[in-house]
């Protein structure tokens, strides 16, 4: 098992759930990820990164699959210019390569906001540490867990 799909298992451990992230195959979209588990493309969980211009932290936008990030409302909700976060950048803070960028088990936890259009599932699927694995968890539950705030920053 990779580093960090084992980070991932640590943080859901911790967190008191006894999830068990599944290797799904390589999944390069967001649709492709839903195609795999046989949901819905709403219910993916995407994990977007940007770049605090301000700062040159990373942030971490947890989106529905079926949306797609506005840059500009999230630069409102985050309080600061954003740019790309770039996968150096990802890697550093969170020690997941862009694709693999699981919403729990960072390195240094991002600042983070979460889509309330995920809440409308009893299930959402998330990138649990690489392009190839995902895990399955009450959307409430993970919004808790996350860190994140509650946001509409989507088009």
Known sequence: MS????RV???LAEAGLT???VEIGPATTA???ADLVGCDLAQIAKSIMFRDETTG??????TSGANRVDAGRAATVAGCPLGKADAALVRAQTGFAIG???PVGHLMPPRAFFDPRLLDFPQ???AAGTPRHLFAIAPARLLEISGAALAVFTE
């Open 9 to 11: 298992r640590r943080a």
């Open 19 to 21: 999830i068990e992230p």
């Open 100 to 102: 693999g960028v699981a």
């Open 124 to 126: 959402v699927w998330a």
């Open 31 to 33: 649709q492709m990820a």
């Open 3 to 6: 580093k960090s799909v084992a």
């Open 57 to 62: 932290a990373a942030l971490l936008f947890v």
